[in-house]
């Protein structure tokens, strides 16, 4: 617009009267035009289109210092007109004859204008805009800010600060403490500073609104395939995942053989199958470990830690087994209780660990005498052992407990508190058939009977029950 008055013959600074026509048509058609005038170079009003009562001039102006420094088109900050007594931005140009700057033209931009254009733009979007100057005035604002026109942010440094660096995007609360999303730009060719915000809630809602039209827009399409697939894909989807489906339950109920045919599944489905397969495997391995855990944490639960045979535990299960047995067959079932005779004394002499070591030699022996199947041979206290002989007849009964009593002696553990010089065994041996009203104590107690005959006799020796029988050795 300058350029055209410029161009206009009528404006020149030789001539005030001929350019305040020119200069009003162009004021009354444009609205956003205060006024239009020309200055000489001294600052001193040739002619406006105002109907100025004042002809004060502008040379004190930094818009007009700094038009005749750089004879070039500049933007004022914010002023008050000197003519019409209105706020206003100024845009200067200076006016040439031939390659001389002889005059400027001013154009006085209305400040009411630019925030009703602020305000027109923010009802497009629902924002707020805000114009500001080089100092961070505001020169215009939409209506929901047209308190800030005229003032600064003196208040909120923060802000003006954001303001002043590189075009961009930053979140404040300086205003009314809502946060807003604030986008700023510098106006080409002037120091002015146009400013758009909207509230962080704002924002949000339309992001929420256009995630729910998205989601929406997903539901829809993956209903459509899904019933493409439904109708078109059982054959070749649905069967098969029917069938990894079923295979996953006989897995989950236990059946670890549970396998699918990976190899007639879809390559979509191929690696599913395979992995099925695999983690099948590697549950059937685990539970095969899992099993000889528990097997080899039973074993250790019914073993005595010294001495390797049965502990109490397990024998006194195994004799209540075998005696329901016995009731159930008929069967004879015989049990012999040895104890090492004078072991206190033993310990006392030598120490705990060559009793110990005693112990495991004895437990060897009845071990190796306990060789048939339901043969079982246990230490049931500290140097108390029993063997659980389910069949035989007294008569082989005996010569089994006179094996063993022979061949702990003939081990020859020293036990200089003995008789002999040796570690010796006494034995009391019993043998029962079971009745159905009677219960293993029975057997028990016959065996301890037998036991405590031997030790009153001289030890040693085998003593069964009922006595007279009595097997000893000539030592």
Not at 60 to 72: M, S
Not at 151 to 164: H, S
Not at 186 to 191: F, N, Q, S
Not at 229 to 237: M, N, Y
């Amino acid at each position: 617009m300058l350029a055209l008055a410029a161009s206009l013959p009528e404006i020149r600074a030789d001539s005030p009267t001929a350019c305040r026509n020119p200069f009003r048509r162009l004021a009354d058609a444009l609205p956003w035009l205060d006024d239009l005038s020309l200055m000489n170079l001294d600052g001193r009003l040739v002619c406006t289109s105002a109907n100025a009562t004042t002809n004060r001039g502008v040379a004190d102006r930094d818009n007009f210092k700094e038009v005749l420094a750089k004879r070039a088109f500049v933007v004022s900050d914010l002023l008050i007109s000197r003519l019409t007594n209105r706020a206003v931005v100024v845009a200067a140009m200076p006016k040439k004859t031939g390659h001389r700057v002889d005059s400027v033209l001013l154009a006085s931009i209305n400040v009411d204008w630019l925030s009703r254009m602020a305000t027109a733009t923010s009802g497009l979007n629902t924002a707020d805009v805000l114009l500001l100057d080089s100092k961070g005035m505001v020169i215009a604002a939409s209506t929901g800010f047209s308190i800030w026109i005229g003032k600064d942010f003196d208040a909120a440094p923060e802000f003006w600060n954001a303001l002043k660096k590189a075009d961009g995007v930053f979140e404040s609360a300086a205003f009314d403490g809502a946060t807003r999303i604030v986008g700023h730009v510098r106006l080409p060719g002037t120091k002015a500073v146009l400013t758009v915000m909207r509230t962080e809630a704002d924002v949000l809602s339309k992001v929420n609104d256009s995630a729910r039209n998205a989601l929406a827009k997903i539901l829809v399409t993956g209903l459509f395939c899904f019933l493409a697939i439904w109708l078109g894909g059982e054959r070749l989807v649905l069967k098969p995942i029917d069938d990894l489906t079923r295979s996953a339950a006989r897995l989950g109920s236990g059946d670890l053989t549970a396998r699918v045919e990976a190899g007639r599944l879809s390559p979509e489905l191929r690696l599913l199958g395979q992995t099925f397969n695999g983690m099948a495997a590697k549950l059937a391995e685990h539970n095969m470990q899992l099993r000889k855990s528990n097997a080899q944490l039973a074993e250790l639960a019914s073993t005595d830690g010294l001495t390797g045979v049965a502990n109490r535990r397990r024998f006194d299960e195994e004799i209540e087994a075998e005696w329901q047995r016995a009731v159930r067959d008929g069967t004879p079932l015989s049990v012999l209780i040895a104890d090492v005779d004078h072991f206190k004394k033993f310990n006392d002499r030598y120490g705990h660990l060559e009793g110990d070591e005693c112990l495991k030699q004895v437990a060897n022996v009845l071990k190796g005498a306990a060789r048939r199947a339901g043969d079982l041979a246990g230490r049931t206290g500290g140097e108390e052992f029993a063997v659980l002989l389910p069949g035989p007849e007294i008569g082989d009964v005996l010569r089994i407990a006179e094996t063993i009593r022979a061949r702990v002696a003939a081990l020859g553990i020293p036990h200089a508190e003995n008789s002999g010089g040796c570690v010796t065994l006494s034995i009391g041996a019993a043998t029962l058939r079971p009745e159905r009203d009677e219960s293993v104590r029975k057997l028990l107690d016959a065996a301890d009977a037998a036991l405590y005959r031997a030790k009153r006799s001289g030890r040693n020796r085998v003593v069964s029950d009922p006595p007279p029988v009595s097997l000893a050795s000539s030592a």
